[in-house]
């Protein structure tokens, strides 16, 4: 057993590392325009950032997927079968990103029309967002290799390569706009070398490490394991779209409720991200360890590590949950200085301390279903659960206001949870 808990800690810390810096690279671009004397670059890059945020998004299947088959050929011990998802994913983000690339126009247009804003900021949307379109086939290329060394028990690597994307960001953005004087266009220059560079130190590393050899054209081919591929990132992309949806209702709802309300449901929905970094860190020792032994059939192992995964779990839900109840209101004044808006956050503030507790098991089983490759399993848990968000929005929004849309996202929270532990006994089929 300590085995098992020096190795789920060897990959959820640099995770959970790696998830708390991700966000600096987009916060960083918003501190450095935040200091160029106009309030319209700190609009452009808050919308530019968004589309893109949104755009990646729909492709973390690239990095789930190539995850949970990558834990599976490599606890196996097939070495061809690990190159091979590296190489479809990879044809996958070259597929994807040309798309991207080629049909940013529409893509751009179909964005902007989500946003309300006027035509000199629309203009600097337009450059960041065309300079930075370029990235990628970086951004999603590293999706894969992250996920691909997570697969084999290595999430340093990744964590390392989130740093130096984050400090070359930093160090490039300043550089171009502060010394070249190049703005909204520094900015987005310095956010593609960056993006690039993590790019190829991945590369390089994945080759140092691993050295993966490009399987012959047959395998890459291969009709059934391709069915599989597909099959499995489908229902992780479907999955995401349903993330998406109950996430911008959320925002949406809130909106619909004057700006103080929304500006509570934006921070208090802060803690339920930071809760979310850390519990994605054990999420990802679970796919990698339990892809890992269910590559080798070895279901006492598997068993173990899903019993060790949710003890560590419920330890983050007390910590979690104690640090919200005692000082959840001090972590609100940090947030905002606006004394309205965290006088209203108290009436709602119970539903966040909740957020551990009705959470945890959404995460952790999530974790151990990418690693088993159940994402049919993960599709339905996730399709009630959002079935439940928005009928519990439809039933109790009317009655108790926003109180009702904190029922609902709970509610949620917690059906996927529930579906996936009905469906713990698949893991091994």
């Known amino acids: 057993m300590k085995q098992i808990n020096r190795e789920i800690l060897s990959i959820a810390v640099p995770s959970i590392i790696t998830n708390i810096t991700t966000p600096l690279l987009a916060l960083m671009d918003v501190v450095i ?3 160029m004397g106009s309030a319209d670059y700190i609009a452009a890059i808050a919308v530019g950032g968004t589309i893109f945020n949104m755009l990646y998004w729909l492709f973390a299947f690239l990095r789930m997927g190539s995850s949970g088959l990558t834990a599976q050929a490599h606890g196996s011990g097939n070495r061809t079968e690990v190159d091979l998802v590296l ?14 690339i080629v049909c940013q126009g529409p893509i751009f247009r179909l964005a902007t029309k989500l946003f309300e804003i006027d035509a000199n900021i629309l203009l600097m949307v337009r450059e960041y967002f065309t300079i930075l379109v370029w990235g990628a086939p970086a951004s999603l290329g590293t999706f894969v290799i992250s996920g691909w060394f997570l697969g084999q028990k290595n999430a340093k690597t990744p964590m390392q390569v989130s740093l130096i994307i984050n400090i070359s960001n930093i160090v490039i953005s300043l550089v171009l706009v502060f010394i070249f004087g ?22 390089i590393a994945g080759t ?44 949406r709802i809130g909106s619909t409720q004057g700006t103080e309300i929304l500006a509570v449901n934006t921070l208090l929905m802060q803690f339920f991200t930071l809760f979310s970094y850390f519990m994605d860190g054990f999420a990802f020792a679970g796919e ?4 890992n032994y269910i590559g080798k059939k070895d279901a006492e192992g598997l068993h173990l590590t899903i019993n060790a995964l949710f003890r560590w779990s419920l330890l983050v839900v007390v910590i979690f949950t104690i640090i919200y109840a005692v000082a959840g209101e001090g972590i609100m004044t940090l947030l905002s200085d606006d004394a309205g808006v965290i006088l209203s ?16 098991a959404a ?14 399993e993960m599709l339905i848990s ?25 029922i609902a996202f709970l509610s949620y929270l917690l059906v996927r949870g529930l579906v996936l532990t009905l469906f713990r006994h698949s893991l091994l089929k």
């Open 87 to 100: 190489v479809r994913g990879l044809l996958v983000v070259a597929v994807a990103s040309i798309s991207m």
């Open 288 to 291: 990698s360890l339990c892809g």
């Open 182 to 203: 190049m703005k909204i266009k520094g900015v987005a220059l310095g956010t593609l070398c960056a993006q690039w560079l993590g790019f190829i130190v991945a590369l």
């Open 33 to 35: 325009v935040g200091h």
């Open 345 to 360: 956050s108290k009436e709602f503030f119970a539903w966040v301390i909740a957020i551990p507790a009705v959470g945890f």
């Open 208 to 251: 140092a490490k691993s050295h993966p050899q490009f399987p012959k054209i047959s395998a890459i081919i291969d009709a059934h394991e391709l069915k599989r591929f597909f099959s499995i990132n489908i229902n992780i992309f479907i999955r995401t779209i349903c993330l998406i949806a109950v996430t911008v209702w959320f925002t």
């Open 363 to 376: 995460f952790t089983w999530d974790g151990v279903f990418i690693g088993a490759t159940r994402t049919r």
């Open 382 to 406: 996730i399709a009630v659960a959002t079935a439940v968000y928005f009928v519990t929005y439809h039933f109790l929004f009317p009655i108790l206001g926003n109180h009702g849309l904190w």
